[in-house]
């Protein structure tokens, strides 16, 4: 399998220099590779959220690389970041944050029409991700017309709409049921799965946690596996 991701000696400190500096990552590593799924687990406020924003290039870490693909994305200015961003790593967090005054079927033709995609195969690759994950009587819908679990199905459809070569997701089921949780996320490990995506997917479910590929937890600043 080819490495999709490479985090290297990842540091980053918030109030830097100032009396209250707060260090959240020191030194964190991590590789990951074309249909792994991995589980980032670590406790409220330990720096799950920043290390995902620093691989999906949404932070600029303070020291250490990034590096997706085998390009090295550490240093690029912000319009090589976006495009990469935009083309290779899909997003999907606790909260759906789809766009309410548009349909499922709308809020995921977005970023392919943001990418410059043709209408008419952004709306077909729209569709058939949205059949795959059992919304097809459901994509004229808007979000306040589907329940939790359908609306993060929806969120994950739009996090594959532009066919990425790595998943970020950030307690994607955190704000469901059990039973919910356990249906969306065994389709969204499925399809990861199928199309040889990686993915890392920070998560306080232990039980979920232990159906993915391997744990990796993040204890006083730094990736341990296990």
């Not at 687990?41 to 997706?68: C, R, Y």
């Not at 319009?79 to 005054?101: K, S, V």
């Not at 306080?204 to 232990?210: G, K, S, T």
Request: contains cysteine; proline residues 4%; glycine residues 10%.
């Amino acid at each position: 399998m080819s490495e999709t991701l490479r985090l290297e000696g990842i540091e980053k400190a918030y109030n830097k220099r100032k009396p209250n500096e707060v260090p959240v990552l020191k030194g964190a590593s991590l590789a990951l590779a074309s249909g792994e799924v991995v589980a980032l687990v670590a406790p409220s406020g330990a720096g799950k959220s920043t290390l995902l924003h620093i691989a999906g290039l949404l932070e600029s870490a303070d020291a250490g690389s990034v590096t997706l693909g085998g390009q090295v994305a550490t240093g690029l200015g912000d319009r090589g970041r976006t495009a990469l961003r935009r083309d290779r790593i899909g997003f999907i967090y606790q909260f759906h944050h789809l766009l309410p005054e548009f349909t499922a079927l709308e809020n995921v033709v977005l970023p392919q029409s943001a990418a410059g995609k043709n209408a008419d195969a952004a709306a077909a690759r729209a569709e058939d991700l949205l059949r795959s994950v059992g919304l097809a009587e459901r994509m004229s819908h808007r979000p306040a017309e589907l329940s939790g679990g359908e609306q993060q199905r929806v969120a994950f459809c739009r996090a594959l709409a532009n066919a990425p070569d790595l998943l970020l997701a950030d307690e994607p089921t955190g704000n469901l049921d059990p039973a919910t949780s356990d249906t969306v996320f065994a389709r969204m490990t499925e399809i990861v799965r199928e199309t040889g995506l990686a993915a890392l997917i920070a998560t306080h479910n232990l039980e979920l946690a232990a159906r993915m590929d391997r744990i990796v937890h993040l204890k006083d600043g730094i990736l341990v596996d296990g």
